[in-house]
C-alpha cells in the first residue's frame, strides 16, 4: 500500500518560514510528478507548485520568488521551503504525487494535509 506522509506544517508570524516535507513509501515503482496544493479557508484547492522527477518546476504566481519546491529521489520525498509567509498563504496544504505502483496500476495519490497558518 502507498502512503505519503506530510510533516512540517505549523503556525508562524507573517515574513517566517516553513519547510514541508512528503515523503511517499510502500509498493511504488515509479514516481513521477510530484505537487503541493494548498485549500485556503472559504476558498477553492489550487495548485502551489509542482516538479516533475527530472526536476523542472513550475509555481502558482501567488508565490514565486517565496517558495521552493524540491525532491529527492533517492528518498522519494519532495520538499516546499516557503519563505516570506504571508497571512494569505494560510491553508491547509496537500502533497500530491502520481506513481506507478508495483501492480503497474497509474495512481494520483493524496496526503492526508497539513495545517499551515500565518499569523500578521
Known amino acids: 500500500q502507498v502512503q505519503l506522509v506530510e510533516l512540517g506544517g505549523g503556525l508562524v508570524q507573517a515574513g517566517g518560514s516553513l519547510r514541508l516535507s512528503c515523503a511517499a513509501s510502500g509498493r511504488i515503482l515509479s514516481l513521477n510528478d510530484m505537487a503541493w496544493y494548498r485549500h485556503p479557508p472559504g476558498k477553492q484547492r489550487e495548485l502551489v507548485a509542482r516538479?516533475?522527477?527530472?526536476?523542472?518546476?513550475n509555481y502558482a504566481d501567488s508565490v514565486k520568488g517565496r517558495f521552493t519546491i524540491s525532491r529527492d529521489n533517492a528518498k522519494n520525498t519532495v520538499y516546499l521551503q516557503m519563505n516570506s509567509l504571508k497571512p494569505e498563504d494560510t491553508a491547509v496544504y496537500y502533497c500530491?504525487?502520481?506513481?506507478?505502483?508495483?501492480?503497474?496500476?497509474?495512481?494520483?495519490?493524496w496526503g492526508q494535509g497539513t495545517q499551515v497558518t500565518v499569523s500578521s
Open positions: 516538479i516533475t522527477s527530472g526536476g523542472s518546476t
Open positions: 500530491n504525487a502520481y506513481l506507478i505502483d508495483s501492480d503497474y496500476r497509474f495512481l494520483d495519490f
